[in-house]
Nanobody, 124 residues
Framework: QVQLVESGGGLVQAGGSLRLSCAAS????????MGWFRQAPGKEREFVAG???????YYTNSVKGRFTISRDNARNTVYLQMNSLKPEDTAVYYC??????????????????WGQGTQVTVSS
């Protein structure tokens, strides 16, 4: 059964904003760190942002100051607020869950669950 469901992707102009959401089953959300990855055409999937169960956060350098990850424990949902979007942010964005934040940032990531992905397209 589907356990991570992303939403919120779309087409936006450069400089605009989008908020991605990832709804997870309660058992997954409460016991895991959550994160966002992205994969652009012809490129490997890369880590974007992660948040631990205690809400410590970590970002890849290219999105620091522009993206914010947060989690709503009452809604079992993790968000990715993306501001000042650039054409190079265009990708399919995936939600993921792992036991530790460190597991999300490792190469390769040691994730337990993946969402199906949502497309983000930033036009110039």
């Amino acid at each position: 059964q589907v356990q991570l469901v992303e939403s919120g992707g779309g087409l936006v102009q450069a400089g605009g904003s989008l908020r991605l959401s990832c709804a997870a089953s309660g058992s997954i959300f409460s016991s895991n760190a959550m994160g966002w990855f992205r994969q652009a055409p012809g490129k490997e999937r890369e880590f974007v942002a992660g948040i631990s169960r205690s809400s410590n956060t970590y970002y890849t350098n290219s999105v620091k100051g522009r993206f914010t990850i947060s989690r709503d424990n009452a809604r079992n949902t993790v968000y990715l607020q993306m501001n000042s979007l650039k054409p190079e942010d265009t990708a399919v964005y995936y939600c993921a869950a792992a036991k530790l934040l460190l597991s999300l940032t490792s190469t390769p990531p040691r994730t337990a669950y993946w969402g199906q992905g949502t497309q983000v397209t930033v036009s110039s």
